[in-house]
């Protein structure tokens, strides 16, 4: 009995509380955040992949060393404007220090590293952030092919120069076939998912 009354009290409680801060967004429908971010992290994977391919079948890897420098940040330049979401890649171990994992995204970057395919696809993280954006994170597996000739254990030496000339603190090297590559984040403004 006094139990129920409690029950209720708290029900009104949290009642009383949404009346109060109509700003409080709705839970975070996680299907349609996936929904809307996977075609796009999945298109980026394909495309980058793709261009990678051809750069290295066209001229060799230290030819296809530009498509990674400037292709990757144009594709995901590009896939922002067509959104409207911010797309970049970030990793823990980096080659362009500039796509570091933020440290409050360190604990998720560390369960996508733990196992970083889930149920067949690259595993992923979605949450919305304080600030309200809400954060899709998608696993970059490491595959052998075409990654391995460029982040790979066994890099030609004539290559590794040319990397470390262009990226002095190259970090992203050594991996090793299914372990995490790195991630690809896709944030959304907050509110933009009307939400
Ligand atoms: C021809 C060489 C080359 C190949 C092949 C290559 N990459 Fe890269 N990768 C680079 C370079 C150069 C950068 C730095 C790009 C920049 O300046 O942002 C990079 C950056 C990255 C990053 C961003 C994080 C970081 O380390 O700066 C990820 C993630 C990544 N590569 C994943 C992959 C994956 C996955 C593959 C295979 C599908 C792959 N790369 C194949 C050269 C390569």
Redesign the pocket.
């Known amino acids: 009995m006094r139990r129920g009354l409690l029950l209720a009290g708290a029900a009104l409680g949290l009642a009383a509380c949404a009346d109060e801060s109509e700003q409080e967004p709705a839970p975070l429908d996680e299907a349609a955040v996936a929904a809307r971010s996977a075609p796009i992290a999945q298109r980026f994977?394909a495309d980058?992949?793709m261009q990678?391919q051809s750069?290295?079948e066209a001229g060799g890897?230290?030819n296809?060393?530009s498509?990674?420098?400037d292709v990757?940040?144009a594709l995901a330049e590009a896939a922002s404007q067509e959104s409207g979401a911010e797309i970049r890649?970030?990793?823990a171990?980096?080659?362009?220090?500039?796509?570091s994992v933020p440290g409050e995204m360190q604990g998720r970057y560390d369960a996508l590293a733990e196992a970083p395919m889930a149920g067949g696809a690259p595993a992923r993280r979605i949450w919305r952030a304080e600030d309200g954006k809400v954060h899709f994170m998608s696993a970059?597996?490491?595959?052998e092919q075409?990654?391995s000739?460029?982040?790979g254990r066994d890099i030609d030496p004539d290559?590794a120069a040319h990397?470390v000339s262009?990226?002095p603190e190259d970090?992203?090297t050594g991996f090793a076939p299914g372990t995490l590559?790195?991630?690809?984040l896709i944030s959304w403004p907050a509110g933009s998912l009307g939400a």
């Open positions: 994977a980058l992949r990678l750069a290295l890897p230290k296809a060393v498509v990674c420098r990757a940040p890649r970030i990793a171990r980096n080659r362009n220090p500039e796509g970059i597996p490491m595959a075409p990654c000739t460029c982040h290559l990397i262009l990226y970090a992203a590559r790195g991630a690809l």
